[in-house]
């Protein structure tokens, strides 16, 4: 059974048809990356997945469960969380308040603490940052922690929304070795990524949007040497 499965999934906003019978499977341990260019209706793909946005038609499945009707709030505990587009910090609250929102719906201090001590590993330099504003961070750091929070949440999928964007080439490496680690130990992703070569190289299988429909699929690596991906995504 698949970790997640989008089955022709629609996303309308008003009379716009963002996403347009859209389907995908992601299965334990898989890393699945959506490219395309802006509005090709990755990030209202990932809305629908967390609830944030209404599914028009089709149905999502998490571990076999229909979650399309779900609030939110169940979606993530059923293992769900979403780092979004923007990293959508408070900017006036410190970086450890901001990494505990993500972890309100862990009843346990014991395993809160143990999954801070987690992201600390996995992020160092948000350990070191813990006691200051998010909002004087920069943004490869505000990065670290917005998908620290989402890990609060003890996920076993996890959705990351442009996570290279605005950010200094250096700490992209950082931030991707970081997503690679995750996955290797055993988590679910998927990954929206407009840096394609970034995200097919850490990708198992990937999916190429553009209008809403997707218009290619296939294996990360087979993705990276397809003459039309290169062409249209990699500028090759």
């Given amino acids: 059974m698949p970790m997640l499965e989008v089955d022709k999934i629609s996303v309308r906003y008003g009379q716009l048809e963002a996403v347009r019978s859209v389907s995908f499977k992601v299965a334990a341990g898989e890393l699945v990356a959506l490219i395309g260019s802006n509005g090709a209706g990755k990030s209202s793909t990932l809305k629908a997945i967390a609830g944030l946005v209404p599914v028009a038609q089709g149905s999502v499945r998490v571990n076999g469960a229909e979650v399309q009707r779900m609030p939110p709030e169940q979606r993530v505990h059923l293992g769900v969380a979403l780092s979004p587009e923007g990293r959508r910090l408070f900017g006036r609250m410190s970086v450890l308040d901001n990494l505990l929102i993500g972890a309100h719906t862990v009843k346990s201090k014991a395993e809160r603490e143990q999954t801070l001590r987690q992201v600390y590993e996995l992020f160092p330099r948000v350990q070191e940052r813990r006691s200051q504003l998010a909002g004087s961070l920069s943004g490869g750091e505000q990065q670290m922690v917005a998908i620290g929070r989402a890990l609060m949440a003890r996920?076993?999928?996890?959705?990351?929304?442009?996570?290279?964007?605005?950010?200094?080439?250096?700490?992209?490496?950082?931030i991707a070795d970081a997503i690679r680690r995750l996955n290797q130990a055993g988590m679910s992703i998927v990954l929206v990524e407009q840096n394609a070569r970034l995200a097919l190289k850490l990708a198992h299988n990937a999916y190429a949007l553009e209008h809403g429909e997707v218009v290619k699929a296939g294996k990360g690596q087979e993705m990276l040497d397809d003459p039309y991906v290169r062409k249209a995504y990699l500028g090759v």
């Fill in 155 to 174: 996920p076993r999928l996890l959705m990351l929304d442009e996570p290279s964007l605005g950010i200094a080439p250096k700490v992209v490496a950082e």
